[in-house]
């Protein structure tokens, strides 16, 4: 008898188990059901809403997109026609790199903003963004802002211009073109060496072609004892024998004595085109005239000096 009960109770609570082990599948099957119907429907709304974004910024995006290519284009075509007009309208040379840049990057932001604007974002709050983004930019590079102004003090004072040869910051060459940020020359022995516009425009430059003539100084230094009359007197006729030294002011010669020794100091004028070549061919023609007449010359030296 009591078997028998004890088989009832285990039936009992078997059939209690599997009650609830029913009710906790159906429970987490039901559970299942609303998380997928949750997700689907959760994907779903995304996919509308992407579908409706795409509807409704999708054509403006694409429009945007081809008025950048298409206004870049244009604004790069624009820019080359504006160079070759002020050069066919002889505009100074120095300022036809410095306009053209300024005009390509003010079109260039002037589509940026149209093209925003197509796309609908508000212009106040992009002008706000763009005047936080101008000063944070402005102080992270007020370097590059100074060589900016620089440039543009360079081309309004006309400290030199394209062609021109100039010494500036430790640097000679021959100007090959004024830039926005800088200046750009060309060493004598063609190396291009850029200046930042900034520095160049706050230091000392000398312009060696602003003036149309220039004064060569040829120092010769002879031993005590030498005759310089004579000597003065051949140097002179040598310099006038040259159709590139001016006549006026006349070529001369001083004497100056020192402890060491007695220097001619023969001083010239010539075109500023032709300093160079005149340069070299008189320092030529005084060795030979030195040499030719046994001249002594201490230290084996003849130094010539730039113009003063």
């Known amino acids: 008898m009591v ?45 509308q809403k992407g579908l409706n ?10 429009v945007a997109i081809l008025l950048l ?44 903003i149209t093209v925003i604007s197509i796309v609908g974002i508000e212009m106040t709050s992009f002008i706000a963004l763009l005047g936080a983004m101008g000063l944070a930019i402005g102080m992270a590079f007020s370097g590059t802002l100074s060589n900016v102004a620089g440039g543009v003090v360079l081309l309004v004072l006309k400290t030199f211009k394209v062609g021109d040869y100039i010494s500036a910051q430790g640097i000679e060459g021959t100007v ?15 190396k291009t060496i850029s200046i ?11 312009n060696y072609s602003l003036m149309e003539t220039r004064r060569l100084d040829i120092n010769i230094k002879l031993a005590h004892g030498t005759e310089t009359t004579k000597i003065a007197q051949d140097i002179i ?9 001016l006549r006026d002011p006349q070529p001369n010669v001083l004497t100056n004595i ?40 201490p230290y084996n030296k003849l130094t010539v000096t730039k113009d003063l």
Request: proline share 3%; charged share 20%.
């Open 237 to 245: 006729d040598i310099l006038k024998q040259d159709e590139r030294i």
């Open 53 to 62: 974004l795409l509807l409704d910024y999708g054509p403006k995006i694409i």
């Open 176 to 190: 090959k073109s004024i830039q926005i940020f800088t200046t750009v020359l060309i060493t004598p022995d063609n």
């Open 3 to 47: 078997e028998t009960d004890t088989i009832a109770q285990t039936g009992d609570k078997l059939e209690k188990i599997a009650t609830n082990a029913e009710s906790v599948t159906n429970v987490a099957v039901e559970s299942a059901g609303q998380t997928v119907k949750q997700s689907l429907d959760m994907i779903s709304q995304l996919q």
């Open 196 to 206: 930042p516009n900034g520095p160049l425009s706050t230091g000392t430059i000398t």
């Open 69 to 112: 290519w298409l206004g870049f284009k244009l604004t790069n075509f624009l820019s080359r026609r504006i160079n070759k007009i002020m050069i066919r309208r002889n505009v100074e040379a120095s300022l036809v790199p410095f306009i053209t840049q300024v005009t390509s990057i003010v079109l260039k932001i002037l589509i940026v």
């Open 258 to 297: 020192t402890d060491s020794s007695v220097t001619l100091d023969a001083r010239f004028w010539t075109a500023t085109s032709d300093y160079w070549p005149v340069n070299g061919a008189i320092n030529e023609r005084i060795y030979q005239y030195l040499y030719q007449n046994n001249i002594t010359v």
